[in-house]
DNA sequence: TGCGATACACACAAAAATGTAAGTAATGAC
DNA sequence: GTCATTACTTACATTTTTGTGTGTATCGCA
């Protein structure tokens, strides 16, 4: 998201698209790396480098996009500390904390449709946040 | 989704993601209209006709993409009539129906994020699903 | 013979998302 | 005075997604 055309019919009908609370929803957590983010985030507080570390393949300036977009929508909180080297936290908001149940529910269909699918399961790991995968 | 290089980073990415279940789910999701399909697909079975003049400003290539896309990965089925002129209708598949409340969900959460964050509540109208957006 | 209807396909263009590489500011430790 | 540390920023390149415009096959009907 560096730099968008007003007026363009794609960027029209993103907007029309704003008007739906379920693809509005859709659109705060589309980007690639929002979600994984917001999963890192759910234990508690998580500095830059910390996520940065956590989050595979991540580069510095798509973390700090994701971030700051996750900031714009208000589902993160940005504490900056005024020290040197710095040091920034990153936190969910109430309402980004709301999501983490619904991102569990959205884990466990796409389990079952991986399966159904392919035949095959997950391999992947969320070591810091186990347990929210553990669906009601 | 018209060729994808295989080997950027940009896609092994997407592969890696594909890893966890959470972001799998959301990538079947992804497509600008996908959602908006299932959900005029939840009643019942479309003819391609008929969804493109419910869904709003939509292509008829747009459509035709989307539509192969959830074919593809399961979600939609595709029922082929030898007529003519052709008739083509596209129904929900079992799993494909799993989102909808999920969806339900989102949707609710969306609203509530909406307000909180503008102070303004949605006017899109999903005229023929009404029963989806009333959330448990 | 020509036309309308339907669900596309195709070549191309535009826009948006993502990735790469290099640089920056401030400070304390050496 | 140089260096390491941290959380970025900036300019640019690449890849992917979305949109535009035109064409097509088939048949029944006028």
Redesign the pocket.
């Known amino acids: ?5 007003e007026n ?4 029209l ?2 907007k029309l698209l704003t008007d739906c609370n379920l693809t509005y929803a859709v659109q705060l957590m589309g ?2 790396w929002k979600l994984l983010l917001l999963m890192r985030l759910e234990p508690g507080r998580q ?3 910390e996520l ?1 570390k956590n989050i595979p ?6 973390l ?2 994701q ?2 977009e996750l900031e714009a929508d208000g589902l993160v909180t ?1 504490h ?1 500390f005024a020290e ?5 936290e990153y936190e969910l908001t109430p309402i980004g904390r709301e999501l983490v149940p619904i991102c569990g529910t959205l884990h466990a269909w796409g389990g079952r449709h991986r399966y159904q699918h392919t035949g095959t399961e997950s391999t992947f790991s969320h070591e810091n946040t186990p347990e929210i995968w553990s669906t009601p």
Chains 1, 2 share one sequence.
Do not use: A, D, H, Y
């Open positions: 998201m560096t730099s968008i055309k363009s019919t794609n960027s009908n993103r980007g690639r500095r830059f480098g940065k393949n991540i580069t510095e300036r798509m700090t996009l971030l700051r940005r900056v040197v080297p710095p040091r920034v």
